[in-house]
């Protein structure tokens, strides 16, 4: 770990000096209306045979995402790691694991992407490390020392039960008794993930000296991986019991209200430091992920004013059982373009969500869904976040129990679907064994369906989903009512969606219909202007199934 030598604020720095010019200019930064390309490294690309996919992997195949016409990668933890959580149990902060290779090979990653025009984006887990962690090891010894109070550690209570009636996420307490301390740990999560203290200020420079010397080695942003489980009550206190919503729960944890385990103010405080510093690289992107009853609020003070950071993303979409125009209104209701409010990204589905198309249609409507779902997506307003494969239309994974690896789908196993089945590796080659991801048999199964969806069958085909995603974004691009105007729904029933979007004189209407059935157009007249894409059949003024159809109106 490198020493803390935290540079302090400068109220001119470079990025002060880059957001005058892109005020004069009437220009945005980089990184709004960005769309973002997120790499699960252990299933994008295997170079080494070995199954895995790896970061010289990723490297040889940049150019596929280059080809997209994104402006930044996403890269989830590649760090040193015993992968009891597959990288998000960290066990040092500043080196790669030898499963996906070296720094050298993430310094090649970082200088080919930007020959590409790639911005690299990559995950900071300030919640918890892993029990390997040096860190930890040194806590656990002793009561005193200079570790001893960097994670949270708690007497037992006087009949020997945990310290409060908190629950892990994976399930059972979230108290771990330690024997050498005589004491229990938390963990939100694993028992391999103990909980940082991150109200100690050391714990906090020696985490920001972690993402320092990521930044000079050339990143450009950071996505915060479980942001508000950063800080809980000092105190300790009981949750109370969660109300009764009639819905089935799977886990002890979703039978309380965590009012107290995490989402603690001060975590704002700590957000202030991590964008000073990111501040003081330049134009450095920083993107929490915030889940939980209170996500919306948390989202909005992580992100507001301009001392916090640039964006937040949710669950909006990621659970959702369907896609409805009163599920995508209100979350852009959620986010109004005014003074001082953040800027949001959104994602469909990642690697700890179902993928969307096995989730919002039936198998037989998969590939138009896909299609409007594409458009939907590059036109909201905010960042977009496209999940590896979601180009090409992969479907989930059903993964039989003696090949899964998700210690949640384990052990809550049949009642948890398995986050394995959208970390599948990428389909390259449709003809290859093992799909031209790997020499070996792969890690996970890639799946039939998805095999058939291989990227070497769309990409020479006008009329693929891979094809119409590059023509998406290229739009995106080159329009910059799309990229980062304001939107406006001005309708939304039980299956139309219409809304417009809007900057420096530019309209787009973009209307959709999000159910298997031709539905009458919902507006009073045709669109009337520029048709700039459609799919499915979509006109002016008729939405058959599944259509979309975006229009740049005229007077």
Known sequence: MPQNNEREPDPMNRLSRIDAAISQSGLHPWWRGAAIYQVYPRSYMDANGDGIGDLPGLTARLDHIADLGVDAIWVSPFFTSPMKDFGYDVADYCDVDPIFGTLADFDALVERAHDLGLKVLIDQVYAHTSDEHDWFVQSRQRRTGDKADWYVW?????????????????????????????????????????????????????????????????????RLDALNFAMHDPALTDNPPAPDDGKVRTRPFDFQLHLHNQSHPAIATFIERIRALCDAYGAIFTMAEVGGMNALAEMHNFTQGEARLNSAYG???????????????????????GSGMGWPSWAFENHDAPRALSRWCAAGERDAFARMKAVLLTALRG???????EELGLTQVDIPFVQLQDPEA?????????????????????????GGFSRAAPWLPLGEDNLARAADRQAGDPSSLLTLTRQLLALRQSIPALRTGSAEVIHADAHCLVMRRRQDGQSILCAFNLSGKTQAWPLAGPARGRTVVTVNGAEPGALPPFAAILVEETE
């Open 154 to 222: 708690a007497d037992a209570k006087p009949d020997g039960s945990p310290p409060s009636n908190w629950q892990s996420v994976f399930g059972g307490p979230a108290w771990t008794w330690d024997a050498r301390r005589g004491q229990y740990y938390l963990h939100n999560f694993l028992p391999g993930q103990p909980q940082l203290n991150c109200h100690n200020p050391a714990v906090q420079d020696a985490l920001l000296a972690a993402a320092r010397f990521w930044l000079d080695r050339g990143v450009d942003g950071f």
């Open 315 to 337: 669950f909006d979409f990621l659970y959702a059982d369907a896609l409805t125009p009163g599920l995508v209104a209100g979350a852009l209701a959620n986010w109004p373009d």
């Open 383 to 389: 960042n977009i976040i496209l999940y590896q494969g």
């Open 410 to 434: 384990i052990a809550n196993w049949p009642l948890t679907l398995s986050r394995d089945g959208a970390r599948t590796p990428m389909p390259w080659a449709a003809q290859d064994e093992h």
